[in-house]
């Protein structure tokens, strides 16, 4: 079920849902994978739990564009605040709105951004895409726009700003929330929680006779899923749940190599690649 956060600006609520007992074809969506930055040398063991202290990775920064039935959805944004390149070494880096003209789309064709979560990294650039609906879970909105900034409260990789921006853009009645676990975002795109790397984070299955699902920081890399071992959980207890995710995930998408993680180079590897891009499903 999806519940809009404001009444929207043209009246129009859009609905995921399908009329009872028409069935309606799920879109033939493509998928693209664009990475926007790379962070070399970053520690593994923030990213696979007990992996070698003195281990490093190079990591890539991606969106993944969804396309199709008249939509260009992403799923997470990227990030363009300068304070973050003095906490990360950021290179490569080109914003997230001109890495997307690789694939001939303009930042303002964005119809819907899926936000997994509200880190720096993947909540960071829905303003670049002003005309987007953010989908995000209720109880990651509800959190990191309250209790997240009272004492207790839990913020690291928040950038307010962000946070900003998300209510400016829920003010524009702009924002849905998705309730939970396993509900349909938009026609063909199923939304899942249970990893809680922050407190309501989501991953995304793309429906079809090949579906794909798209962990984002749920699964960091290949090796999570190979290993079935956690990453970085919103608190240490969610290790069980983080790894229950990662078995999930390669059961819903049916096989191992059609579960692409959030910040592994080596989708752009496995997928066939040009630039910045590489193509996760072609036209079906
Ligand atoms: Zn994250």
Redesign the pocket.
């Known amino acids: 079920m999806l519940l809009l956060a404001g009444a929207p600006v043209n009246g129009i609520a859009q609905d995921a849902g399908h009329p009872e007992g028409v069935p309606q074809p799920t879109p033939a969506y493509t998928i693209d994978a664009v990475r926007y930055a790379s962070i070399p040398g970053f520690r593994t063991a923030g990213l696979v739990m007990g992996a070698d202290p003195a281990e490093r990775t190079d990591i890539a920064m991606v969106f993944w564009v969804i396309r199709g039935a008249g939509r260009v959805v992403l799923f997470d944004s990227g990030f363009h605040r300068e304070r973050w390149f003095s906490t990360f070494d950021v290179t490569d880096y080109l914003r997230p709105d001109s890495a997307l003209t690789g694939l001939g789309v303009a930042a303002t064709e964005v119809t819907d951004v899926i936000v997994s979560?509200a880190?720096w990294?993947?909540m960071g650039g829905i303003e670049l895409f002003p005309e987007a609906t953010v989908h995000i879970q209720r109880e990651e909105y509800e959190y990191y726009t309250g209790a997240a900034w009272r004492e207790g409260g839990r913020r690291g990789?928040i950038d307010e700003d962000d946070v900003v921006a998300l209510v400016r853009r829920n003010l524009a009645g702009r924002v849905r929330l998705v309730e939970g676990d396993d509900v349909e975002v938009l026609p063909g795109i199923r939304a899942y929680t249970g990893a809680r790397?922050?407190y309501a984070?989501q991953y995304i299955l793309v429906e079809g006779a090949e579906p794909f699902v798209l962990a984002?920081?749920n699964g960091y890399l290949y090796r999570n899923f190979e290993t079935r071992t956690a990453g970085?959980t919103f608190l240490p207890t969610d290790r069980s749940g983080n790894e229950a995710a990662l078995e999930r995930m390669l059961r819903l998408a049916g096989s191992s190599d059609r579960v692409v993680p959030?910040h592994d180079a080596l989708q752009f590897a496995r997928f066939p690649s040009r630039g910045r891009v590489a193509r996760i499903r072609a036209p079906g």
């Open positions: 979560h880190h990294d993947h990789g790397h922050t984070s984002s920081d970085a959030g």
